[in-house]
C-alpha cells in the first residue's frame, strides 16, 4: 500500500479534518509543519515572547506542552530546575523526540481523551486547536484541568484568511472568538491578535491567561 509522503494530506483533505498523525509522522518526508524552523518566524518569537512573560510573572516549575510533536518548543524555552513534560497523539512523534530531546519527559496522550492527571505551572497549547476543534469546549477544559491553581497557560493559533471558508469556521470565525471562551474560564494575563499587511494569511493569535 502506498502511502502520500506529504504530511498535508494527514492532516486536512478535501475540506474535511483527517487526523492521521501517527501515520503522518511515519511517512512524511518533510518535518510536519517545519517544526525546526517554524518557531524562527516572527509569529513563532511572539509565542515563545509570549512564555517568556509567564516564567516572569509567575514561579514556574513545571511545563507541559501539548501536541508537542518534536518538542521544538520545549528546547527553546528550556532552563535549569523547571522540569519539562511534553505529549502527543503519536507514538512515532514520540520516539522520536526521546532521541531528539532526552532532558525532557514525553508520553503520549490525546488531547480530547486525555489519561495524564498531572498538573503543571505553566501548560503551552501551540497550534493544535485546529485539529481538535469539534471538541473546542471540552479541550479548553482539558487545559484548565492539567493546571495548577494560579497556573498559566499559553495559547498559540495561527488562523486562515478569515475572508474565505475553513474548517471550523463555524466554530472559530475568527480571534475574537476564542479569546471570548478562553476569558470565561481565565483571567487573560497578555493578548496579540496580529495581521500581516498585504497578506492573504489571516491573524495570528497570542494569549497569556491565567487560570482563577
Given at each position: 500500500m502506498k502511502h502520500s509522503n506529504d504530511y498535508h494530506d494527514y492532516v486536512f483533505k478535501d475540506g474535511k479534518i483527517v487526523g492521521k498523525f501517527e501515520e503522518m509522522y511515519r511517512y512524511s518526508q518533510e518535518i510536519p509543519w517545519h517544526q525546526d524552523k517554524i518557531l524562527e518566524t516572527w509569529h513563532g518569537r511572539i509565542g515563545i515572547n509570549f512564555i517568556e512573560a509567564a516564567f516572569e510573572e509567575g514561579e514556574i516549575k513545571t511545563v507541559l506542552s501539548t501536541g508537542?510533536?518534536?518538542?521544538?518548543?520545549?528546547?527553546?524555552?528550556?532552563?535549569?530546575?523547571?522540569?519539562?513534560?511534553?505529549?502527543?497523539?503519536?507514538?512515532?512523534?514520540?520516539?522520536?523526540?526521546?532521541?531528539?530531546?532526552?532532558?525532557?519527559?514525553?508520553?503520549?496522550?490525546?488531547l480530547i481523551k486525555p489519561k495524564h492527571a498531572k498538573k503543571y505551572d505553566l501548560v503551552i497549547c501551540r497550534e493544535n486547536l485546529w485539529y481538535v476543534i469539534y471538541s473546542l469546549d471540552a479541550v479548553i477544559e482539558n487545559l484548565k484541568q492539567f493546571m495548577v491553581e494560579g497556573g498559566y497557560l499559553y495559547i498559540g493559533l495561527s488562523f486562515p484568511a478569515l475572508g474565505e471558508p475553513f474548517v471550523g469556521k463555524k466554530i472559530l470565525p475568527g480571534p475574537k472568538t476564542l479569546l471570548?471562551?478562553?476569558?470565561?474560564?481565565?483571567?487573560?494575563?497578555?493578548?496579540d491578535i496580529l495581521y500581516k499587511i498585504q497578506s492573504n494569511d489571516g491573524p495570528s493569535f497570542h494569549w497569556l491567561g491565567c487560570k482563577k
Amino acid at each position: 500500500m502506498k502511502h502520500s509522503n506529504d504530511y498535508h494530506d494527514y492532516v486536512f483533505k478535501d475540506g474535511k479534518i483527517v487526523g492521521k498523525f501517527e501515520e503522518m509522522y511515519r511517512y512524511s518526508q518533510e518535518i510536519p509543519w517545519h517544526q525546526d524552523k517554524i518557531l524562527e518566524t516572527w509569529h513563532g518569537r511572539i509565542g515563545i515572547n509570549f512564555i517568556e512573560a509567564a516564567f516572569e510573572e509567575g514561579e514556574i516549575k513545571t511545563v507541559l506542552s501539548t501536541g508537542c510533536g518534536y518538542g521544538n518548543m520545549l528546547s527553546k524555552i528550556k532552563r535549569q530546575k523547571v522540569q519539562f513534560s511534553g505529549f502527543d497523539i503519536s507514538e512515532t512523534a514520540i520516539k522520536k523526540t526521546w532521541k531528539r530531546h532526552p532532558e525532557f519527559t514525553f508520553f503520549v496522550d490525546d488531547l480530547i481523551k486525555p489519561k495524564h492527571a498531572k498538573k503543571y505551572d505553566l501548560v503551552i497549547c501551540r497550534e493544535n486547536l485546529w485539529y481538535v476543534i469539534y471538541s473546542l469546549d471540552a479541550v479548553i477544559e482539558n487545559l484548565k484541568q492539567f493546571m495548577v491553581e494560579g497556573g498559566y497557560l499559553y495559547i498559540g493559533l495561527s488562523f486562515p484568511a478569515l475572508g474565505e471558508p475553513f474548517v471550523g469556521k463555524k466554530i472559530l470565525p475568527g480571534p475574537k472568538t476564542l479569546l471570548t471562551k478562553l476569558e470565561k474560564e481565565f483571567d487573560s494575563v497578555a493578548v496579540d491578535i496580529l495581521y500581516k499587511i498585504q497578506s492573504n494569511d489571516g491573524p495570528s493569535f497570542h494569549w497569556l491567561g491565567c487560570k482563577k
